[in-house]
């Protein structure tokens, strides 16, 4: 009940007013019967975006820390997330990827749409990287179409570490639906997951057109904060400035 009155009353209206997005291909997803709708990540917003445009629910695997978080400001977050029907999802280890996946199974038994972001975390420049194979498992064991979406502008608009939005041009748009049903029975073979995921960045690719990156997003933020880490610590600053 709170989705749908997020979603029509609270804040769905005034998303739309805000960001005034541009809907492409939206016939694109499926009116009834399970599917994934597998996006880039850009922004904190396109959690909210894509389920204010669609005309169906859509539940998506939301990282754990927003259901975590400390002090009233996590109680609340958490309590949304909740309310409106999110799954918490431990992206630490390899027994929580497959814990993710039986969540992600469990909406599609439910005929519903399942929401996911291959590259397991929002892109910190704007890039496109590399995607998990967890939307594979998921396409394979379910035998269900993926639609492919791009968020463009959202970046933009709401960039990481950027608490209110700022006004921009935004646009939404879906793709084709991807059958792997060619592959079925196949979701233990590592090279098959691995050629579906990749099938799926392409056509986001295709629809976002941004640079592509061939590796995961959490190893080069890692990276580039032991980076500038080291930096800090071989050139620190003058208290002077």
Do not use: W
Request: aromatic content about 10%; glycine content about 10%; some cysteine.
């Amino acid at each position: 009940m709170f989705y749908y009155l997020l979603k029509y009353v609270l804040l769905g209206p005034l998303l739309r007013m805000i960001f005034r997005p541009r809907i492409e291909g939206l016939k694109h997803v499926p009116d009834s019967g399970p599917a994934i709708v597998a996006g880039n990540h850009l922004s904190f917003s396109d959690h909210f975006l894509m389920p204010a445009i669609l005309r169906r629910r859509i539940t998506f695997l939301a990282k754990a820390e927003y259901f975590t978080g400390p002090g009233l400001k996590g109680r609340l977050t958490a309590a949304f997330f909740r309310s409106a029907g999110q799954i918490p999802v431990d992206r630490s280890g390899k027994e929580a990827g497959q814990a993710a996946i039986r969540e992600g199974l469990g909406v599609l038994r439910k005929d519903e749409l399942l929401g996911i972001y291959p590259e397991g975390t929002r892109s910190h420049d704007g890039r496109l990287y590399k995607g998990k194979v967890g939307v594979a498992v998921m396409a394979l064991k379910a035998g269900v179409p993926v639609v492919p979406c791009a968020m463009i502008g959202t970046f933009e608009a709401q960039p990481p570490g950027k608490v209110v939005p700022r006004i921009h041009p935004v646009v939404i748009r879906f793709g084709k639906p991807l059958d792997f049903s060619r592959y079925a029975g196949m979701e233990e073979e590592k090279a098959v997951l691995r050629a579906v995921t990749d099938e799926i960045m392409y056509a986001i690719l295709s629809l976002s057109e941004q640079e592509y990156v061939d590796q995961y997003a959490a190893v080069v933020k890692a990276e580039q904060t032991a980076a500038a880490g080291e930096k800090e610590r071989r050139f620190p600053r003058s208290p002077l400035g």
